[in-house]
């Protein structure tokens, strides 16, 4: 009988798979980690989407308010491009918006099982998935070209199309040039006192559309350096400087019908002539002295009024020369007979002594 048949079976192993199950634990903790990071972007994301959700809501809004600034002239065409601009980046219109559902894809990983339904590892694919944009509101949509639309309508608002109107033939020069217009006129009523023609405002805006003129700033200074304004100022100057010499206004000087005299008056005080006698000085001198009090009694120029003022000084010299002369042929003649009278009393006393000397000559 021979010896038994020993069979030997080795002891099963079992796969160590910590390694495995630690790589899965790192995915896994990986995966946990951006689903929270994704988590925390979302609320962000959420709350800036509905920040710019309102501004795109608000634009128009914003927009005709802006407009209407414009046209009345309360916030300048530059000032408003500025503020424009400013909604537009605070808001981030131009980025557009995501829309309300977006295709993503992301990692997920298949388990692998064994006929024992034992897991023995898992294989990672990508799958699509529809993500939900945070902060996005049903049905909104924006349409991003209307940022350029207004821009262009505010331009054209400002500057014009430059299109010439058939029933007018005026040309569309928007707010500026209506403004350029009025200031223009302004300028003419303000510097010469007086509404600008037809001809002056043609050239002015003949003139603003070659750029020779920025704005109506720019002509009221250029307006101030023209020989009708240098005329006219020096004019005005001279008014106020004879209006303050002969006491008078130019309320003084308008009649009822609103016409504006350049004569004045000028109140004549006697004396200032020394006192005389009018008729003898008429007939020592055969000159005849003018009547001062009667000449002024009525509005004269200014060349009238300085050619009898001048009058007045040389009539003043002449009394006073008149008087001199006279007491001159007063004195003049006194001496005379002074002279006449002593040659009178010389020739007497040399008579006298003649006489004397001849009768000293006798021996009686």
């Avoid at 639309?149 to 331009?155: A, M």
């Avoid at 009238?304 to 002369?325: H, P, V």
């Amino acid at each position: 009988m021979g010896a038994p048949s020993i069979t030997y079976e080795s002891p099963k192993i079992e796969k160590d798979d910590t390694f495995e199950k630690y790589l899965q634990y790192q995915q896994d903790r990986e995966l946990r980690l951006d689903e929270r990071a994704q988590a925390a972007e979302d609320i962000s994301l959420g709350k800036e989407r509905k920040r710019r959700e309102q501004g795109a809501l608000g634009f128009q809004g914003f927009a005709q308010n802006l407009k209407s600034q414009v046209e009345s002239g309360i916030t300048p065409f530059a000032d408003a491009q500025t503020k424009l601009q400013d909604y537009i980046t605070r808001y981030d219109l131009k980025g557009g918006f995501m829309p309300e559902t977006q295709t993503r894809t992301r990692t997920v990983y298949d388990y692998e099982y064994d006929d024992d339904g034992k897991i023995t590892g898992r294989t990672p694919r990508e799958e699509e998935y529809e993500y939900q944009t945070p902060g996005a509101t049903s049905g909104f949509t924006f349409d991003s070209t209307q940022l350029g639309d207004f821009k262009n309508q505010l331009q054209s608002l400002y500057t014009g199309t430059g299109a010439i109107d058939e029933a007018t033939g005026e040309k569309d020069r928007g707010i500026r040039g209506q403004r350029f217009s009025a200031g223009v006129q302004k300028a003419y009523r303000d510097l010469l006192g007086r509404e600008g023609t037809a001809d002056e405002l043609s050239q002015a805006m003949s003139d603003f559309d070659s750029a020779l003129y920025t704005d109506a700033g720019d002509f009221r200074s250029q307006l101030k350096e023209s020989e009708a304004y240098t005329k006219k100022f020096n004019n005005n100057y001279m008014d106020n400087y004879y209006d303050t010499m002969y006491a008078s206004s130019p309320a003084d000087r308008t009649d009822a019908e609103g016409n504006v005299s350049k004569k004045r008056m000028y109140t004549f005080d006697p004396s200032v002539l020394p006192g005389f006698d009018r008729d003898k000085l008429s007939e020592r001198t055969g000159i005849t002295l003018p009547d001062y009090e009667e000449y002024f009694k009525e509005a004269r120029s200014i060349a009238e009024l300085e050619d009898q003022r001048q009058s007045i000084a040389q009539t003043r010299d002449f009394i006073y020369q008149s008087g001199i002369t006279s007491l001159q042929g007063e004195i003049e003649k006194e001496n005379n007979k002074i002279k006449v009278e002593g040659q009178k009393d010389i020739a007497k006393i040399s008579q006298g002594t003649s006489m004397y000397n001849l009768l000293s000559g006798f021996t009686f």
